[in-house]
Protein backbone atom coordinates (compact mmCIF):
# COMPACT_ATOMS: atom_id res chain seq x y z
CA UNK A 1 0.00 0.00 0.00
CA UNK A 2 1.22 3.54 -0.75
CA UNK A 3 -1.50 5.29 -2.24
CA UNK A 4 -4.65 4.90 -0.66
CA UNK A 5 -8.15 6.10 -1.47
CA UNK A 6 -10.96 5.11 1.50
CA UNK A 7 -14.22 5.37 0.94
CA UNK A 8 -16.77 5.86 3.36
CA UNK A 9 -14.04 7.68 5.49
CA UNK A 10 -15.82 9.24 8.33
CA UNK A 11 -17.48 6.54 9.57
CA UNK A 12 -16.68 4.29 12.60
CA UNK A 13 -13.87 2.55 10.79
CA UNK A 14 -12.77 4.87 8.43
CA UNK A 15 -12.47 7.83 10.77
CA UNK A 16 -9.29 6.12 12.91
CA UNK A 17 -8.39 3.82 9.87
CA UNK A 18 -7.62 6.89 8.05
CA UNK A 19 -5.35 8.10 11.08
CA UNK A 20 -3.61 4.68 11.27
CA UNK A 21 -3.06 4.81 7.73
CA UNK A 22 -1.67 8.14 7.30
CA UNK A 23 0.67 7.36 10.38
CA UNK A 24 1.96 4.42 8.36
CA UNK A 25 2.04 5.85 4.75
CA UNK A 26 2.44 9.62 4.96
CA UNK A 27 -0.76 11.52 5.42
CA UNK A 28 -0.24 12.89 1.86
CA UNK A 29 -1.02 9.21 0.42
CA UNK A 30 -4.18 8.15 2.01
CA UNK A 31 -7.07 10.35 0.39
CA UNK A 32 -10.08 9.83 2.83
CA UNK A 33 -13.49 10.30 0.82
CA UNK A 34 -17.44 10.77 2.20
CA UNK A 35 -20.52 11.52 0.96
CA UNK A 36 -20.36 13.96 3.50
CA UNK A 37 -18.39 16.33 5.19
CA UNK A 38 -18.03 15.42 9.35
CA UNK A 39 -14.69 14.45 11.64
CA UNK A 40 -12.44 17.73 10.86
CA UNK A 41 -9.52 15.56 12.18
CA UNK A 42 -10.00 13.59 8.95
CA UNK A 43 -10.73 15.84 6.46
CA UNK A 44 -7.48 18.02 8.02
CA UNK A 45 -4.36 15.79 8.50
CA UNK A 46 -4.40 14.78 4.95
CA UNK A 47 -6.05 15.06 1.18
CA UNK A 48 -10.30 14.94 1.93
CA UNK A 49 -12.56 14.66 -0.93
CA UNK A 50 -16.00 14.41 -1.24
CA UNK A 51 -17.56 10.81 -3.04
CA UNK A 52 -20.51 9.56 -3.87
CA UNK A 53 -19.78 5.96 -4.19
CA UNK A 54 -22.52 5.68 -6.65
CA UNK A 55 -20.70 7.99 -9.15
CA UNK A 56 -18.02 5.39 -10.68
CA UNK A 57 -16.73 8.47 -12.75
CA UNK A 58 -15.62 10.88 -10.58
CA UNK A 59 -14.42 7.59 -8.18
CA UNK A 60 -12.03 7.10 -11.17
CA UNK A 61 -10.65 10.60 -11.80
CA UNK A 62 -9.91 10.80 -8.14
CA UNK A 63 -8.43 7.88 -8.55
CA UNK A 64 -6.37 9.05 -11.44
CA UNK A 65 -5.88 12.59 -9.95
CA UNK A 66 -4.04 10.89 -6.73
CA UNK A 67 -2.48 8.12 -8.82
CA UNK A 68 -3.87 5.99 -6.26
CA UNK A 69 -2.83 1.94 -6.14
CA UNK A 70 -4.96 0.55 -3.00
CA UNK A 71 -8.61 1.12 -2.46
CA UNK A 72 -10.62 0.34 1.02
CA UNK A 73 -13.68 0.35 0.43
CA UNK A 74 -15.66 0.93 3.75
CA UNK A 75 -18.99 2.81 2.43
CA UNK A 76 -21.81 1.01 3.16
CA UNK A 77 -25.59 0.50 4.54
CA UNK A 78 -24.96 -1.56 8.09
CA UNK A 79 -26.90 -3.84 9.04
CA UNK A 80 -30.53 -2.60 11.01
CA UNK A 81 -30.48 0.47 8.67
CA UNK A 82 -29.87 -1.92 5.90
CA UNK A 83 -33.21 -4.40 6.93
CA UNK A 84 -35.41 -0.78 7.13
CA UNK A 85 -34.92 0.32 3.36
CA UNK A 86 -33.64 -3.17 1.61
CA UNK A 87 -33.78 -2.06 -1.84
CA UNK A 88 -31.52 1.24 -1.24
CA UNK A 89 -29.07 -1.26 1.09
CA UNK A 90 -28.99 -2.89 -2.46
CA UNK A 91 -28.34 -0.61 -4.63
CA UNK A 92 -25.63 1.01 -1.98
CA UNK A 93 -23.97 -2.01 -0.92
CA UNK A 94 -23.23 -4.03 -4.32
CA UNK A 95 -23.55 -0.56 -6.54
CA UNK A 96 -20.76 0.95 -4.61
CA UNK A 97 -18.48 -2.00 -4.51
CA UNK A 98 -19.07 -2.85 -8.20
CA UNK A 99 -17.84 0.68 -8.84
CA UNK A 100 -14.68 0.37 -6.48
CA UNK A 101 -13.94 -2.79 -8.07
CA UNK A 102 -14.50 -1.52 -11.28
CA UNK A 103 -11.77 1.28 -10.89
CA UNK A 104 -9.57 -1.23 -9.34
CA UNK A 105 -9.60 -3.37 -12.31
CA UNK A 106 -8.92 -0.50 -14.51
CA UNK A 107 -6.24 0.96 -12.05
CA UNK A 108 -4.77 -2.40 -10.80
CA UNK A 109 -5.04 -1.76 -7.71
CA UNK A 110 -4.71 -3.73 -4.50
CA UNK A 111 -8.66 -3.58 -2.81
CA UNK A 112 -10.10 -4.41 0.51
CA UNK A 113 -13.47 -4.36 1.61
CA UNK A 114 -14.80 -5.73 4.97
CA UNK A 115 -17.37 -8.54 4.87
CA UNK A 116 -19.38 -9.35 8.21
CA UNK A 117 -20.58 -11.69 10.57
CA UNK A 118 -23.73 -10.87 9.14
CA UNK A 119 -22.55 -13.24 6.13
CA UNK A 120 -24.06 -16.07 8.00
CA UNK A 121 -27.28 -17.35 8.80
CA UNK A 122 -29.57 -18.98 11.04
CA UNK A 123 -28.34 -22.45 9.54
CA UNK A 124 -24.69 -21.70 10.02
CA UNK A 125 -23.21 -23.63 12.72
CA UNK A 126 -23.02 -21.32 15.39
CA UNK A 127 -20.23 -22.21 17.68
CA UNK A 128 -16.99 -21.91 16.21
CA UNK A 129 -17.84 -20.93 13.22
CA UNK A 130 -15.85 -22.70 10.45
CA UNK A 131 -14.43 -20.21 7.72
CA UNK A 132 -15.82 -22.02 4.93
CA UNK A 133 -19.37 -23.36 5.72
CA UNK A 134 -23.15 -22.91 4.97
CA UNK A 135 -23.43 -18.80 3.98
CA UNK A 136 -27.78 -18.28 3.72
CA UNK A 137 -28.05 -14.76 5.58
CA UNK A 138 -32.01 -14.01 5.93
CA UNK A 139 -30.74 -10.62 6.24
CA UNK A 140 -30.66 -8.06 3.12
CA UNK A 141 -27.51 -6.45 4.57
CA UNK A 142 -26.38 -10.47 5.17
CA UNK A 143 -27.46 -11.52 1.63
CA UNK A 144 -25.06 -8.01 0.38
CA UNK A 145 -22.22 -9.20 2.25
CA UNK A 146 -22.30 -12.94 0.56
CA UNK A 147 -22.25 -11.33 -2.78
CA UNK A 148 -19.80 -8.96 -2.19
CA UNK A 149 -17.39 -11.48 -0.82
CA UNK A 150 -17.72 -13.58 -3.93
CA UNK A 151 -17.93 -10.67 -6.00
CA UNK A 152 -14.44 -9.99 -4.70
CA UNK A 153 -13.02 -13.53 -5.62
CA UNK A 154 -14.78 -13.16 -9.44
CA UNK A 155 -12.51 -10.15 -9.83
CA UNK A 156 -9.72 -12.09 -8.24
CA UNK A 157 -10.20 -15.13 -10.45
CA UNK A 158 -11.21 -13.56 -13.62
CA UNK A 159 -8.99 -10.11 -13.71
CA UNK A 160 -6.28 -10.83 -11.33
CA UNK A 161 -7.49 -8.24 -8.79
CA UNK A 162 -5.44 -8.28 -5.35
CA UNK A 163 -8.78 -8.62 -3.42
CA UNK A 164 -8.85 -8.81 0.24
CA UNK A 165 -11.20 -8.80 3.02
CA UNK A 166 -12.13 -9.66 6.41
CA UNK A 167 -15.37 -10.92 8.26
CA UNK A 168 -15.92 -8.27 10.79
CA UNK A 169 -17.66 -9.48 14.28
CA UNK A 170 -19.56 -5.94 16.05
CA UNK A 171 -16.57 -3.43 16.44
CA UNK A 172 -16.32 -1.86 19.82
CA UNK A 173 -14.51 2.08 19.88
CA UNK A 174 -15.01 5.27 21.02
CA UNK A 175 -13.82 7.96 19.00
CA UNK A 176 -16.97 7.87 16.42
CA UNK A 177 -20.01 6.52 16.98
CA UNK A 178 -21.29 3.16 15.08
CA UNK A 179 -23.95 3.93 11.87
CA UNK A 180 -26.72 1.79 12.14
CA UNK A 181 -25.39 -2.28 12.33
CA UNK A 182 -27.11 -4.76 14.89
CA UNK A 183 -23.94 -4.93 17.59
CA UNK A 184 -24.03 -1.03 17.95
CA UNK A 185 -25.45 -1.77 21.76
CA UNK A 186 -21.77 -3.25 22.70
CA UNK A 187 -20.49 0.61 22.14
CA UNK A 188 -23.26 2.87 23.62
CA UNK A 189 -23.55 0.30 26.64
CA UNK A 190 -20.13 2.18 27.35
CA UNK A 191 -21.07 5.37 26.82
CA UNK A 192 -24.64 4.84 28.95
CA UNK A 193 -22.17 3.43 31.67
CA UNK A 194 -20.56 6.55 31.59
CA UNK A 195 -22.55 9.17 31.59
CA UNK A 196 -25.41 7.69 33.44
CA UNK A 197 -24.25 5.00 34.91
CA UNK A 198 -27.25 3.16 33.04
CA UNK A 199 -27.82 1.69 29.61
CA UNK A 200 -31.34 -0.11 27.91
CA UNK A 201 -30.37 -2.97 25.89
CA UNK A 202 -32.18 -3.24 23.05
CA UNK A 203 -30.44 -6.94 22.53
CA UNK A 204 -31.71 -9.79 24.97
CA UNK A 205 -29.90 -10.94 27.67
CA UNK A 206 -28.06 -14.07 26.56
CA UNK A 207 -27.31 -13.04 23.46
CA UNK A 208 -23.89 -13.85 22.21
CA UNK A 209 -22.00 -12.83 19.34
CA UNK A 210 -18.55 -12.23 18.20
CA UNK A 211 -16.61 -8.25 18.93
CA UNK A 212 -13.22 -6.98 18.38
CA UNK A 213 -11.97 -3.69 19.69
CA UNK A 214 -11.09 -1.43 17.01
CA UNK A 215 -7.36 -1.26 17.49
CA UNK A 216 -7.18 -5.04 16.44
CA UNK A 217 -9.84 -4.50 13.79
CA UNK A 218 -7.37 -1.77 12.12
CA UNK A 219 -4.51 -3.62 12.81
CA UNK A 220 -5.78 -7.24 10.93
CA UNK A 221 -6.21 -4.41 7.92
CA UNK A 222 -3.11 -3.36 7.85
CA UNK A 223 -1.50 -7.08 8.72
CA UNK A 224 -4.22 -8.71 5.73
CA UNK A 225 -2.82 -5.90 3.02
CA UNK A 226 0.54 -6.35 3.43
CA UNK A 227 0.66 -10.24 3.98
CA UNK A 228 2.37 -12.31 0.99
CA UNK A 229 -0.84 -12.99 -1.55
CA UNK A 230 0.96 -16.52 -2.07
CA UNK A 231 -0.19 -18.29 1.51
CA UNK A 232 -3.65 -16.55 0.64
CA UNK A 233 -6.17 -19.00 0.34
CA UNK A 234 -9.21 -17.62 1.66
CA UNK A 235 -8.79 -13.48 0.91
CA UNK A 236 -12.57 -12.76 0.65
CA UNK A 237 -13.17 -13.27 3.29
CA UNK A 238 -11.40 -14.34 7.10
CA UNK A 239 -13.14 -14.83 10.04
CA UNK A 240 -11.80 -12.43 12.64
CA UNK A 241 -12.59 -11.88 16.41
CA UNK A 242 -11.70 -11.37 20.22
CA UNK A 243 -14.53 -11.84 22.04
CA UNK A 244 -17.83 -13.60 22.25
CA UNK A 245 -20.29 -11.90 24.40
CA UNK A 246 -23.58 -11.06 25.39
CA UNK A 247 -24.97 -7.74 27.27
CA UNK A 248 -24.36 -9.29 30.72
CA UNK A 249 -20.86 -10.58 30.22
CA UNK A 250 -20.13 -6.37 29.30
CA UNK A 251 -22.24 -5.24 32.42
CA UNK A 252 -19.91 -7.72 34.83
CA UNK A 253 -17.16 -5.73 33.40
CA UNK A 254 -18.43 -2.59 33.48
CA UNK A 255 -19.20 -3.03 37.08
CA UNK A 256 -15.40 -3.51 38.24
CA UNK A 257 -14.84 -0.15 37.16
CA UNK A 258 -18.52 1.46 37.86
CA UNK A 259 -19.73 -0.36 40.31
CA UNK A 260 -23.07 1.13 40.31
CA UNK A 261 -24.19 0.93 36.82
CA UNK A 262 -27.55 -0.58 36.19
CA UNK A 263 -28.56 -2.33 32.50
CA UNK A 264 -31.91 -3.01 31.63
CA UNK A 265 -33.86 -4.50 28.59
CA UNK A 266 -36.35 -3.02 26.18
CA UNK A 267 -35.96 -5.90 23.34
CA UNK A 268 -36.07 -4.36 19.89
CA UNK A 269 -37.61 -7.37 17.54
CA UNK A 270 -35.45 -6.39 14.68
CA UNK A 271 -32.45 -6.24 15.74
CA UNK A 272 -32.87 -9.22 17.90
CA UNK A 273 -33.72 -11.12 14.92
CA UNK A 274 -31.01 -10.38 13.32
CA UNK A 275 -28.59 -10.87 15.69
CA UNK A 276 -30.42 -14.45 16.93
CA UNK A 277 -29.50 -15.50 12.92
CA UNK A 278 -26.21 -14.42 13.35
CA UNK A 279 -22.97 -16.83 15.42
CA UNK A 280 -22.21 -16.84 18.89
CA UNK A 281 -18.86 -17.37 18.22
CA UNK A 282 -16.15 -17.71 14.57
CA UNK A 283 -13.00 -19.81 14.41
CA UNK A 284 -10.42 -17.55 13.44
CA UNK A 285 -7.57 -20.93 12.74
CA UNK A 286 -7.48 -19.55 8.62
CA UNK A 287 -6.68 -16.04 9.28
CA UNK A 288 -3.85 -17.23 12.04
CA UNK A 289 -2.28 -19.73 9.90
CA UNK A 290 -2.24 -17.88 6.37
CA UNK A 291 -1.09 -13.81 7.65
CA UNK A 292 -0.98 -14.57 11.64
CA UNK A 293 -3.88 -12.39 12.96
CA UNK A 294 -4.13 -11.86 16.53
CA UNK A 295 -6.38 -10.02 18.79
CA UNK A 296 -4.89 -7.94 21.84
CA UNK A 297 -7.65 -6.71 23.19
CA UNK A 298 -10.28 -9.02 25.60
CA UNK A 299 -13.28 -7.91 26.67
CA UNK A 300 -10.89 -7.05 30.39
CA UNK A 301 -8.78 -5.22 28.39
CA UNK A 302 -11.15 -3.70 26.18
CA UNK A 303 -13.21 -2.41 28.90
CA UNK A 304 -10.79 -0.50 30.78
CA UNK A 305 -9.69 1.53 28.15
CA UNK A 306 -13.25 2.18 27.00
CA UNK A 307 -14.25 3.54 30.18
CA UNK A 308 -10.75 5.70 30.20
CA UNK A 309 -11.13 6.81 26.77
CA UNK A 310 -15.20 7.60 27.20
CA UNK A 311 -14.20 9.43 30.37
CA UNK A 312 -11.85 12.22 28.47
CA UNK A 313 -14.00 12.54 25.92
CA UNK A 314 -17.10 13.21 27.45
CA UNK A 315 -16.13 15.25 30.35
CA UNK A 316 -12.47 16.76 29.66
CA UNK A 317 -13.58 18.37 25.72
CA UNK A 318 -9.81 19.45 25.34
CA UNK A 319 -9.04 15.68 24.97
CA UNK A 320 -9.24 13.46 22.33
P1 LIG B 1 -20.44 3.63 9.15
O1 LIG B 1 -21.91 3.57 8.89
O2 LIG B 1 -19.97 4.12 10.46
O3 LIG B 1 -19.74 4.50 8.02
C1 LIG B 1 -20.09 4.39 6.66
C2 LIG B 1 -19.67 5.66 5.96
O4 LIG B 1 -20.07 5.55 4.60
C3 LIG B 1 -20.33 6.92 6.54
O5 LIG B 1 -19.36 7.88 6.86
C4 LIG B 1 -21.24 7.39 5.40
O6 LIG B 1 -21.33 8.81 5.31
C5 LIG B 1 -20.53 6.82 4.18
N1 LIG B 1 -21.44 6.67 3.05
C6 LIG B 1 -22.74 6.32 3.04
N2 LIG B 1 -23.23 6.35 1.79
C7 LIG B 1 -22.20 6.73 0.97
C8 LIG B 1 -22.07 6.94 -0.42
N3 LIG B 1 -23.12 6.79 -1.23
N4 LIG B 1 -20.87 7.32 -0.90
C9 LIG B 1 -19.81 7.47 -0.07
N5 LIG B 1 -19.87 7.29 1.27
C10 LIG B 1 -21.06 6.93 1.77
O7 LIG B 1 -19.87 2.17 8.84
P2 LIG B 1 -18.56 1.46 9.43
O8 LIG B 1 -18.92 0.84 10.72
O9 LIG B 1 -17.39 2.36 9.36
O10 LIG B 1 -18.43 0.24 8.38
C11 LIG B 1 -17.60 0.28 7.26
C12 LIG B 1 -17.63 -1.08 6.58
O11 LIG B 1 -17.30 -2.11 7.52
C13 LIG B 1 -19.01 -1.48 6.00
O12 LIG B 1 -18.83 -2.24 4.84
C14 LIG B 1 -19.58 -2.37 7.07
O13 LIG B 1 -20.54 -3.26 6.56
C15 LIG B 1 -18.34 -3.08 7.55
N6 LIG B 1 -18.48 -3.65 8.89
C16 LIG B 1 -18.56 -2.83 9.98
C17 LIG B 1 -18.70 -3.39 11.26
C18 LIG B 1 -18.78 -2.54 12.50
O14 LIG B 1 -18.99 -3.07 13.60
N7 LIG B 1 -18.60 -1.23 12.41
C19 LIG B 1 -18.76 -4.78 11.40
C20 LIG B 1 -18.71 -5.58 10.25
C21 LIG B 1 -18.54 -5.00 9.01
Redesign the pocket.
Known sequence: MKRILV?????????ELVMVLRDVYGAENVLA????R?DREVMESGPFEL????DRKRMGELAENYKVDTII???????ATAEKDPLRAWN??MG?LLNALEVARERNAQFF??????SFGPTTPKEQTPQVTIQRPTTM?GIN?VAGELLCDYYYLKYGVDTRGL?????ISYK?S????T?DYAVEIYEGAVRKGEYISYIAKGTFMDMMYMSDAIKAVITLMEADGKRLKHRNAYNVTAMSVDPESIAAEIRKWIPEFRLSYQVDPIRQAIAESWPNSMDVTAAMEEWGFKAEYDLSRMTEEMIKKLKEKFFSPMAK
Not at 51 to 54: A, E, T
Not at 178 to 181: E, Y
Open positions: TGALGQIGSTDVRGLDVMHLAALLSLNGTPSSIGYKRFPGLTPGGGT
